[in-house]
């Protein structure tokens, strides 16, 4: 039923879908990030530019892997996330969005991923854009830390 639903929403977003990509931290020579033992990524690095993960022009691009098995990538950038003094995420999906054209799904249309974030102690929750379709380098969006793993 979900399958069907996205099949769903993208055919009606390829209709509606721009012949310009306006995502601006695609990079197909990308390297997927390493594994620890957790099977989180290992991210050693924190984005300098604001926009990184918080705009839909900047998401996080996860897609190292086949659409069908890239969500695991989500767990994966989370689990290795931490908020600025160490605290435990808690994520959630809460919507698509921003179709955009690509090359890699066959409907020639993917969505972003709209992520809300927390942490014990953060005022409003934060909200990130995942991309799940396109490469690029993985970081840490500025106000979150990195999960220190043992």
Wanted: net charge positive; hydrophobic share 40%; glycine share 8%.
């Amino acid at each position: 039923m979900k399958k069907l639903l996205l099949l769903g929403i993208l055919i009606m977003a390829t209709a509606c879908v721009s012949t310009k990509n306006t995502i601006q931290n695609i990079d197909d020579t990308a390297v997927m990030p390493g594994l620890t033992k957790e099977k989180t990524f290992v991210i050693t690095e924190t984005a300098s530019d604001k926009k990184y993960g918080y705009n839909q022009d900047y998401p996080v691009n996860l897609g190292f892997m086949p659409y069908s098995a890239a969500e695991i990538n989500v767990k994966r950038f989370f689990g290795a996330l931490s908020g600025p003094n160490g605290e435990k995420l808690e994520y959630k999906k809460t919507d698509s969005c921003c179709p955009f054209p690509t090359k890699k799904f066959d409907m020639g249309a993917g969505l972003l991923d709209i992520y809300e974030v927390t942490w014990e102690g953060l005022a409003k929750p934060k909200i990130i854009y995942i991309n799940l379709y396109e490469k690029g380098k993985v970081m840490a969006p500025k106000d979150f830390g990195i999960r220190k793993v043992l």
